[in-house]
């Protein structure tokens, strides 16, 4: 495998591959763009084509090409190596014999066997494929997506995966199959049972978990206890707070018009595709979440939220919009008719899919007209833009757009300007704080992989790199005396903690002298420590 990791890196040049994501600009004999892993105006992501390494020097990201696909693509190191193969056309040679495999292979490969079993089954039940047809699903779309029925009982997966030699934990461990608590049958069953089955994938396409639809019963619903759709269990390959669905169908798609489309459910999201809308991804079974947000940017800061046309969805689009504003996403929302969804609205009529997707509007004019709609008494309006509209103003990062916004607002409502921007003076920055198991951004990632080092190591490290990236940027540039400031401050902080060191080691040599009464020796020490001091003193100052 070594290997094969030079040789991709021999055929493939960084600048091409980052240049497959973000616009880079020339900048010396580098290159920069704004950086894809944390937020900012300003460029000062670097990619270095004689090095073949990129270096954020805002948030401290860096790296080769490998560790790009695996931070831009959420992929880890074997998936962004297959990626990378595929790209630069090197067949990797695996020489894992099925002992060496990671329980990760193995895993991968137990839910690619449940898929194909999936898929089999699908064509062998009548009713679920009736279903299928019902929602409009065509033929094409099934085979692209893969998806399948779990058959109406108890073993029949997980039967099929044993016969085929697949171990009982790696089947347990993929979230395939469980054992129940209380009883005193420990023998696994089958999670997915009477359900279409919906595989989710990683952005490579390979199988990761799945998702499984109820199939409704004429003759009343006999699992009413049962959710409507039931996902895999999070696994060491599944986060669900972090998986886009659809993600690897629609990420070239999303790059290429410059926007995407968010929708909620699978149906949705399958329909969306076979419409057209290729720039589509769902959340799997979850709200939308600042770690799916901050992926989806990589790929484009538009955003289109297209949920369902009711006061859930509404409110599952409020959530999202603030959550998207405050990543410095443009926001538009589409207006559902009263009660449908996506895959209702599609399969009745994609071409209206279409026009209401073209027709969204930016989010604070969308509930402005909800508002709007509902409110007849205009007191009631101005009170409830205050409360709703205005904390979602206040956390765009753009002057213009504020007072865009601001003017609109004004001219709708007949309130002064004056009053909004008084007001918006006043009010709270929306709450844009995620569920508490989507906290875990790729940025914490980058700050922990320094923090082992010292102070004084990390510091050193980055006056190294300073000087490497001015070897190649364009002398007095902007960012060549960015780098200047940088580096003066760095050596001010040096020495700081240089002298600090030195002092620490006077004021011992000092208690050493005290003890052993050496008063020519204290009276040398006493000055010296005096000048380390004012020299400490100084360095403050001059921050
Ligand atoms: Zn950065």
């Known amino acids: 495998m070594r290997g094969d990791v030079d040789t991709i890196k021999e055929r493939l040049d960084i600048t091409e591959v980052v240049s497959g994501y973000i616009k880079l600009e020339k900048a010396g004999t580098s290159f920069k763009a704004r950086c894809p892993f944390h937020n900012e105006k300003s460029p000062s992501f670097f990619v270095s084509q004689t090095r073949q390494s990129f270096y954020c020097f805002g948030c401290g990201a860096k790296g080769d090409i490998f560790s790009f696909i695996e931070e831009m693509e959420g992929l880890d190191f074997r998936g962004a190596l297959k990626l990378l193969a595929e790209k630069a056309g090197v067949e990797i040679e695996y020489h894992a014999t099925s002992e060496s495999k990671t329980e990760k292979d193995k895993i991968f490969f137990v839910l690619e066997e449940a898929t194909k079993f999936f898929e089999k089954e699908l064509t062998l039940n009548d009713s679920a494929r009736q279903y299928i047809i019902s929602r409009g699903i065509n033929e094409e779309t099934v085979k692209s997506w893969r998806i399948g029925y779990a058959p109406a009982e108890w073993r029949s997966l997980y039967n099929h995966l044993r016969n085929l030699g697949h171990e009982e934990g790696i089947i347990m461990k993929a ?73 690897d169908k ?44 901050e992926r989806l940017k990589r790929l484009s800061s538009r955003i289109i939220l297209a949920f369902d046309g009711d006061l859930a969805g509404e409110r599952a689009a409020q959530k999202s919009a603030i959550l998207g504003i405050s ?58 833009v205050e409360k709703e509209i205005l904390p979602i103003i206040k956390l765009m990062n753009s002057a213009i757009e504020q007072s865009h916004f601001v003017s609109m607002l004004s001219k709708r409502t007949g309130i002064k300007e004056e009053m909004f921007w008084e007001d918006l003076k006043k009010v709270k920055r929306a709450d844009t704080s995620s569920p508490p198991d989507s906290n875990l951004d790729s940025r914490d990632e980058i700050t922990n992989r320094a923090s082992h080092l010292t102070h004084r190591e990390q510091i050193e490290e980055r006056l190294a790199l300073i000087k490497l990236w001015r070897e190649e940027l364009p002398k007095s540039s902007q960012e060549d005396l960015l780098l200047d400031k940088e580096e003066a401050e760095l050596n001010n902080n040096l020495s700081r903690i240089l002298s600090r060191d030195d002092l620490k080691k006077l004021v011992l040599e000092l208690a050493r002298a005290e003890a052993s009464k050496d008063t020519k020796l204290i009276k040398k020490l006493t000055l010296k420590i005096r000048k380390v001091h004012s020299q400490i003193r100084d360095l403050e100052e001059k921050r």
């Not at 489309?261 to 799997?284: C, F, K, P, W």
């Open 250 to 293: 629609a990420k070239d798609h999303i790059r290429k018009r410059d926007y995407a489309v968010l929708v909620e459910g699978q149906m949705d999201l399958v329909l969306s595709h076979q419409s057209g809308i290729r720039n589509t991804i769902a959340s799997s079974g979850t709200a939308f979440t600042r770690a799916h947000l």
């Open 175 to 247: 979230g395939l199959a469980r054992v129940s608590d209380g009883s005193a049958n420990k023998e696994p069953y089958d999670v997915f049972r009477d359900r279409i089955i919906f595989p989710l994938a990683d952005s490579n396409g390979s199988i990761i978990a799945f998702s499984g639809r109820i199939l409704p019963r004429e003759s009343g619903n006999s699992k009413g206890t049962e959710p409507k759709y039931l996902n895999s269990p999070e696994t060491i390959l599944f986060t669900k707070s972090e998986v886009l669905y659809g993600l």
């Open 327 to 384: 990543l410095d996403l443009e926001v538009k929302v589409s207006n559902l008719p009263e009660g449908l969804d996506p895959a209702e609205v599609i399969r009745q009529d994609s071409q209206a899919w279409n026009d209401i997707l073209r027709g969204s509007l930016p989010s604070v004019e969308f509930f402005f007209n909800k508002i709007e709609e509902r409110e007849k008494d205009q007191r009631k309006i101005g009170k409830r």
